[in-house]
């Protein structure tokens, strides 16, 4: 089993950068397809980007294409997603997930989640 932690979120205003980091534990990093999610007040949990276990292929949602980019470093157990051009709309807690199978969808069932990290995109 993969245990995943986030970090890097935080409040930055419209325009502006942020760049997540999820790191796991264990051996088996390179194994797992990693994806990240975001879940604002009052709404579902939603994909927002995803990476194959080498890093050969991404998928990203229509509303974050462009501006975010999820890459990983198995060396380093973590995998990243650099957020340009943030928007108000990006606010949320954002979270990182692991699984096996590919491609990554909101009703895939993890092997693992993250906790979270806020992200908050001031107008």
């Known amino acids: 089993q993969v245990q995943l932690v986030e970090s890097g979120g935080g409040l930055v205003q419209a325009g502006g950068s942020l760049r997540l980091s999820c790191a796991a534990s264990?051996?088996?990093?390179?194994?797992?397809?990693m994806g990240w999610f975001r879940q604002a007040p009052g709404k579902e949990r939603e994909f927002v980007a995803a990476?194959?276990?080498?890093?050969?292929?991404?998928n990203y949602a229509d509303s974050v294409k462009g501006r975010f980019t999820i890459s990983r470093d198995n060396a380093k157990n973590t995998v990243y997603l650099q957020m340009n051009s943030l928007k108000p709309e990006d606010t949320a807690v954002y979270y990182c997930?692991?699984?096996?199978?590919?491609?990554?969808?909101?009703?895939?069932?993890?092997?693992?989640w993250g906790q979270g990290t806020q992200v908050t995109v001031s107008s």
């Open positions: 997930a692991a699984d096996r199978t590919w491609p990554l969808r909101i009703g895939t069932d993890f092997v693992s």
């Open positions: 264990g051996r088996t990093f390179s194994s797992y397809a």
């Open positions: 990476i194959t276990w080498t890093g050969s292929n991404t």
